[in-house]
């Protein structure tokens, strides 16, 4: 036993690997693994029959279960109890321009640990790809979600524009628009002048609720996509700091401030 697992052990926590299996539990279950989470249980984390391993599928809250069967082609589970009930996470939702893949990458995955409800790749007037995988969305989602010890997974949404999704926004959700621009034409970004206020003020100020964070894409926001945001009611231009941030950096960035100013780090 590794000593990071035998401290978990010695503080009561369970060091059994987790998955994600979308299908009903109830006690006694027999259920099959995939060939993928077959590898990860038995190579990956070198389980074997009898080994406990703890399971989840966005509904049920945790469940414990044993290896019934550790066939290396398709391994097969037996429910035991649930262990924790079902719990969520705060109504977050991220708005992003996707970027290059690895990036993007990045950032569903970082999106899923930082507790995001629903991720919704949005296409802006410089966004650099509209390319998406909303299966390798999902599985990157599955992974991270395994890992983070959350109890569902993020819903992600089919790629739509950015101005059909404001068209049809509901505006009892509040949307943190990450702009780092001033208004300033021929200053470099834009200056001071126009600056959004920085974001931790801004969330202060507003009520609890529903809430979105929308981050830009490499080439940042057109200024009419700027001058739009800026004028609906629903939305609330916010600044993280007075560097320009890389797309991926500012979704990590502005998440960890919502969830600490707003969310479930308070
Ligand atoms: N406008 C720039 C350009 O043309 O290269 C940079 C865009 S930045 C790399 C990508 C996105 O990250 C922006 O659209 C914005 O949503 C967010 N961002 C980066 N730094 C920021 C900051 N300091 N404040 C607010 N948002 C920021």
Request: charged residues 30%; proline residues 7%; hydrophobic residues 40%.
């Amino acid at each position: 036993m590794t000593a990071r697992r035998s401290d978990a052990k010695a503080m009561g926590m369970s060091t059994d690997p987790r998955l994600f299996l979308d299908c009903p539990f109830a006690p006694e279950a027999r259920l099959p693994l995939s060939r993928e989470d077959t590898h990860y249980v038995l190579n990956v984390m070198r389980r074997a029959e009898g080994d406990g391993v703890r399971v989840f599928n966005g509904r049920d809250g945790e469940w414990s279960a044993r290896i019934a069967d550790a066939h290396r082609k398709g391994a097969i589970l037996e429910l035991v109890a649930q262990t924790r009930p079902q719990t969520g996470v705060p109504d977050l939702w991220l708005l992003f321009a996707p970027v290059k893949r690895q990036k993007t990458d990045l950032i569903v995955e970082k999106a899923t640990e930082l507790g995001v409800r629903e991720i919704h790749p949005v296409t802006t007037r410089r966004t650099q790809s509209d390319r998406i995988k909303p299966e390798r969305f999902h599985l990157l989602a599955k992974e991270a979600a395994e890992q983070t010890e959350r109890l569902d997974l993020p819903a992600i949404a089919p790629i739509e524009r950015l101005e059909r999704v404001l068209d049809g926004w509901d505006p009892a959700r509040l949307l943190y628009y990450c702009d780092e621009a001033g208004d300033e034409a021929d200053a470099a970004w834009g200056g001071q002048a126009g600056r959004a206020a920085p974001m931790l003020d801004v969330l202060r100020a507003d009520p609890a609720g529903p809430a979105a964070l929308l981050i830009g894409p490499e080439g940042g926001f057109s200024p009419e996509e700027r001058s739009r945001m800026r004028q609906l009611d629903f939305v609330r231009a916010v600044s993280l700091g007075p560097r320009i941030l890389r797309a991926e950096t500012a979704v990590i960035a502005a998440l960890a401030l919502w969830q600490a100013g707003r969310g479930d780090w308070a």
